[in-house]
T-cell receptor, first 113, second 112 residues
């Protein structure tokens, strides 16, 4: 069975500081990995994905995540956060060829001015 | 806007009433998924449908919940005789063939 662990439920960070949101997964088969972001009272937006190829993937707004197969991790990082990055971030996995995403419980990022 | 459209955004029902949640997938997408988000939890898969077919309903409660995706019109998630424990945010996602799912803004159901 698959599972996703997001170790930090809340992460406060000052504006312009770096941040890392941790995500570990458990699966005996190959998976695809995703980060979704949920702004207050909105739906989930796809932030970035790892399907294959380079293990470092980037988003258009400065976030990046690295797939580490040996550590079964897909941590999300940003070198300098902005107030507008305040949101809930969900890590998710899907077994290749399967139908449903497995989500972590989310990490609430709060950027402090 | 060609995104996934869900309505209503907010739905209030009294215990015992029926709730109907609608989802129109992105243009060109024929795969629809429903997820439920309970307070302080991540999303949990409920059901996966293609046009006129339920493909995987392994996450659906056995009673009171049903889903359809007719040939014409939106996908419907129906909850009969709602109870307080059904209060949650219900999200719909759609995809083309493949694994990248795009989500709607969700319907927040409150059961009084």
């Amino acid at each position: 069975a698959q599972s996703v662990t997001q170790l930090d439920s809340q992460v406060p960070v000052f504006e312009e500081a770096p941040v890392e949101l941790r995500c570990n997964y458990s699966s005996s088969v190959s998976v695809y990995l995703f980060w979704y972001v949920q702004y207050p009272n909105q739906g989930l937006q796809l932030l970035l994905k790892y399907l294959s190829g380079s293990t470092l993937v980037e988003s258009i707004n400065g976030f990046e995540a690295e797939f580490n197969k040996s550590q079964t991790s897909f941590h999300l990082r940003k070198p300098s956060v902005h107030i507008s990055d305040t949101a809930e971030y969900f890590c998710a996995v899907i077994v290749t060829g399967a139908n449903n995403l497995f989500f972590g419980t989310g990490t609430r990022l709060t950027v402090i001015p | 806007n060609a995104g996934v459209m869900q309505n209503p955004r907010h739905l209030v029902r009294r215990r015992g009433q029926e709730a109907r949640l609608r989802c129109s997938p992105m243009k060109g997408h024929s795969h629809v998924y429903w997820y439920r988000q309970l307070p302080e939890e991540g999303l949990k898969f409920m059901v996966y449908l293609q046009k006129e077919n339920i493909i995987d309903e392994s996450g659906m409660p056995k009673e009171r919940f049903s889903a359809e995706f007719p040939k014409e019109g939106p996908s419907i998630l129906r909850i009969q005789q709602v109870v307080r424990g059904d209060s949650a945010a219900y999200f719909c996602a759609s995809s083309e063939e493949g694994n990248i799912q795009y989500f709607g803004a969700g319907t927040r159901l409150s059961v009084l």
